[in-house]
């Protein structure tokens, strides 16, 4: 069984800042593409960040500049630093990757069950 678990959502003031961790486990060769997405309530689903196994990095429009994407291969770990927060960053978030399965070498996009972050004064 391969799965993702993310920690590090809360309650954090406007302004403030928050680091999520999202851990892969099970039979992981390493992570090919890393992925946060968020659900605000009455919103779909959106892409926040994602990136390869480069050093390049995507994110929404609303989140340039405050957000980070970042992992710990060495840990099978994938972070996403938010700094600047604001109230409209209020969402469910979850963790999305496409690992490389140990021995098989196939791909396997997984989910993560998602932690919840609350940006209010």
């Known amino acids: 069984q391969v799965q993702l678990v993310e920690s590090g959502g809360g309650l954090v003031q406007p302004g403030g800042s928050l680091r999520l961790s999202c851990v892969a486990s099970?039979?992981?060769?390493?992570?090919?593409?890393m992925a946060w997405y968020r659900q605000a309530p009455g919103k779909e689903r959106e892409l926040v960040a994602s990136?390869?196994?480069?050093?390049?990095?995507n994110y929404a429009d609303s989140v340039k500049g405050r957000f980070t994407i970042s992992r710990d291969n060495a840990k099978n770990t994938v972070y996403l630093q938010m700094n600047s927060l604001k109230p409209e960053d209020t969402a469910a978030y979850y963790c999305?990757?496409?690992?490389?399965?140990?021995?098989?070498?196939?791909?396997?996009?997984?989910w993560g069950q998602g932690t919840l972050v609350t940006v209010s004064s």
């Open positions: 999305n990757a496409e690992v490389i399965v140990r021995d098989s070498y196939r791909y396997l996009d997984v």
């Open positions: 099970g039979s992981i060769w390493s992570i090919r593409v």
């Open positions: 990136g390869g196994s480069g050093d390049s990095r």
